[in-house]
């Protein structure tokens, strides 16, 4: 496959199978990247080959690029209206307080706070976080058993050092959270796909996947999912749990966007239910900032300290001046009314959005049912390709992420998803509405034909 790592991208999420296993595109993908490579190129150039591109890893071959950063670079000019970002809104960013956190921190702690310090992460930090655990969900979170990381996008790779051989069989979310397919096809294992209902997996085909494939693990984000904004409801958890507890499968909840609940009510963590196969993941990005890059892995007592020697091994441990400026922030102010500002701010815009789309849209759209999060996830009428109505959105200057790259396998062309939280109401407003005549243009235009 010299030469192909613009292919990969396009190939890998349909059949990572045919990737790792053999050297050319199944008949199928064929058709699907000579469908996709003109909105490929739409987006970003091809990369000059090199006679010295065979020195690339097979590891480093087998990943797909971000396609949603490549959109991104399309989406972020000034005058795009873009629901394509995934980012949280900076608006609402605590700057004041952090800023005095920081001082407070140099001038009280200078010296410690500048130093070298352990791969644990601080042990004030991680009982901060266990008694959020326990006053939020009831949970009863040992601080050893929390590892501090870079991001909870980084327990995704040390996840995967510690347990994931070539050819291993993991289970994912379909479509699921590009981050983490992304991070876990480094370890070049066979992803096998679980349907995401709107009330949470299809019970049917989990069952089917854990009994024939075994996988080490199933990724999971039951809480306001990305890019779908689902939740999987009670009862769902509560059979997902029991099928987990029949198998030799760890369940990885990851929980970026659990504490931004606009309605409805809050649901079991898999830790409750299912203590012994759960790993949790958390995360301050959503709540606080992204760019400390500050997150967390639960894990049981056996795998904590493998996670730890990986971490070690990586990059020693996360940045120590983050976490102590964190935790000055997180001691020193209310954390709930920061995110009820969040939650107030975020409930509003999709509010103004979910009307925008009833007045705009064609009454065929659907959007999938969600009580939180940051994104909605729309299903057009399914003749429209969204990777076209793409192309027709760009032009008239209104962005949005396309479904496709979401999926592993069985694609659906005709979904999208909306980011909600940075674009104020009356540019929603107009956005949607553009958005909307470009789904009536893409209509009539199969009509005529
Ligand atoms: C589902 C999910 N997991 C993990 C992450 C990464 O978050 P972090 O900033 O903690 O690395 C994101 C970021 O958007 C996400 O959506």
Avoid at 78 to 107: H, Y
């Amino acid at each position: 496959m010299r030469g192909s790592l613009c292919i990969n991208y396009i190939e890998t999420p349909i059949s990572r199978e045919s990737l790792y296993f053999s050297d050319g595109l199944s008949r199928r993908n064929e058709v699907l990247a000579v469908e996709l490579l003109p909105h490929k190129n739409n987006c970003w150039k091809a990369k000059e080959e090199s006679s010295l591109d065979n020195l690339l890893s097979n590891r480093i071959k087998s990943v797909p690029k971000s396609f949603i950063r490549e959109i991104l670079k399309v989406t972020t000019q000034p005058d795009v209206i873009s629901f394509a970002g995934g980012l949280p809104n900076s608006e609402l960013f605590p700057v004041s307080q952090i800023e005095t956190a920081c001082c407070d921190v140099l001038k009280n702690n200078g010296p410690k706070a500048l130093q070298y310090s352990s791969t644990e992460g601080d042990a004030d930090l991680r009982q901060w976080i266990s008694n959020r655990y326990k006053s939020q969900q009831g949970l009863q979170v040992n601080p050893d058993n929390i590892l501090i990381t870079n991001g909870s996008q980084q327990t995704f790779d040390l996840i995967g050092k510690v347990l994931l051989n070539e050819g291993d069989n993991i289970a994912i979310e379909n479509p699921g959270y590009l981050g983490a397919i992304q991070s876990f096809a480094l370890f070049q294992p066979k992803m096998h796909t679980v349907e995401l209902n709107e009330d949470g997996l299809n019970l049917e085909e989990l069952d089917q996947v854990l009994a024939s494939k075994q996988p080490k693990l199933l990724y999971s984000v039951p809480n306001f999912q990305n890019p779908t904004g689902i939740s999987y409801s009670q009862a769902n958890r509560e059979a997902v749990a029991n099928i987990i507890k029949q198998h030799n499968t760890l369940l990885v909840q990851d929980d970026p966007y659990g504490a931004l609940r606009f309605s409805g009510t809050p649901r079991s963590s898999f830790y409750e239910l299912a203590p012994e196969n759960t790993l949790l993941l958390g995360t301050f990005s959503k709540i606080v900032v992204p760019s400390f890059r500050l997150g967390w892995i639960v894990a049981p007592d056996w795998l904590i300290e493998p996670l730890t020697i990986a971490k070690q091994a990586a990059d020693l441990h996360t940045n120590y001046f983050s976490q102590q400026v964190m935790l000055k922030y997180l001691t020193e102010n209310s954390l709930d009314d920061h995110i009820a500002t969040i939650i107030e701010h975020y409930a509003r815009h999709k509010e103004a959005m979910i009307s925008a789309i009833e007045k705009h849209f064609p009454k065929e759209v659907h959007v999938a049912p969600s009580e939180g999060g940051m994104f909605l996830w729309v299903t057009i009428p399914d003749h429209i390709s969204s990777m076209d109505l793409f192309d027709e959105a760009i032009q008239n200057k209104v962005a949005f992420v396309p479904g496709i790259p979401f999926y592993v396998d069985k694609i659906q062309q005709n979904t999208m998803r909306l980011s909600f939280v940075t674009v104020n109401e009356e540019k929603i407003e107009e956005g949607i509405k553009r958005l909307g005549q470009c789904i009536a243009k893409m209509s009539n235009a199969r009509y005529v034909c």
